[in-house]
């Protein structure tokens, strides 16, 4: 079975301050592992991806197969960086989503 | 324009009535996916397609049914067996064999069970 952990309903952060949205997951193979982002009003869109090892809108996350987590991390959050963000892994045929961390950055 | 398109983004359905979605794409993807989205729940996959004529089971299927007679359509049915079918539904797909997650997503269609 695989399992998305997101233990952060909501996160909320002043601007400037540092972010750290968390995700474990469970997979007995080798997993991808993605974060998704929606923003009010727009569909559900990738955000990164572990495999490539980016930096998009100055997120970062690494993937940490001991703990088994994929936190998304940010230096210095910013308001347009509200939104919801939603965890995945990519496991045999079929993507599974943790249950998301709403992202509150207060002006 | 390529994309995903879902229809109808509302709907109203009476109690006993089963409903079916639309789901299109144009972006000559093999795979596509069906997942319920709920307040506190994030996404859950009701059904997925890896190809077509051939669909297979997600997490929560039960009171739901697909087709999948082309690659760009992949239609659910909401039937009245679902006992909570109030929710936000989302449709997206994915190239087949491609890192499995880079999933593109359509604007969604909110059901209201009257």
């Known amino acids: 079975a695989q399992r998305v952990t997101q233990p952060e309903k909501l996160l909320s952060v002043f601007k400037g301050a540092p972010v750290e949205l968390k995700c474990n997951y469970s997979?007995?193979?080798?997993?991808?592992l993605f974060w998704y982002v929606q923003y009010s009003r727009q569909r559900l869109q990738l955000l990164l991806r572990?495999?490539s090892r980016e930096s998009i809108k100055g997120f970062t996350a690494d993937l940490n197969k001991g703990e088994t987590s994929f936190h998304l991390k940010k230096p210095f959050a910013q308001e347009e960086d509200s939104a919801m963000y939603y965890c995945?892994?990519?496991?045999?045929?079929?993507?599974?989503f943790g249950t998301g961390t709403k992202l509150q950055v207060i002006p | 324009d390529g994309g995903i398109t879902q229809s109808p983004k509302y709907l109203f359905r009476k109690e006993g009535q089963n409903v079916t979605l639309s789901c299109e794409q144009n972006?000559?993807?093999?795979?596509m996916y069906w997942y319920r989205q709920d307040p506190g729940q994030g996404l859950r996959l009701i059904y997925y397609?890896?190809?077509?004529?051939?669909?297979q089971k997600g997490d929560i299927a039960e009171g739901y049914s697909v087709s999948r007679e082309k690659k760009e359509s992949f239609p659910l049915t909401v039937t009245s067996a679902q006992k909570n079918p109030t929710a936000f539904y989302l449709c997206?797909?994915?190239?087949?064999?491609?890192?499995?997650?880079?999933?593109?997503f359509g604007e969604g269609s909110r059901l209201t069970v009257l």
């Open positions: 997979y007995s193979g080798s997993p991808e």
């Open positions: 972006l000559n993807h093999d795979a």
């Open positions: 572990h495999i």
């Open positions: 397609s890896q190809i077509v004529n051939d669909f």
């Open positions: 997206a797909s994915s190239i087949a064999g491609s890192p499995r997650g880079e999933l593109f």
């Open positions: 995945a892994l990519g496991g045999y045929q079929k993507v599974t």
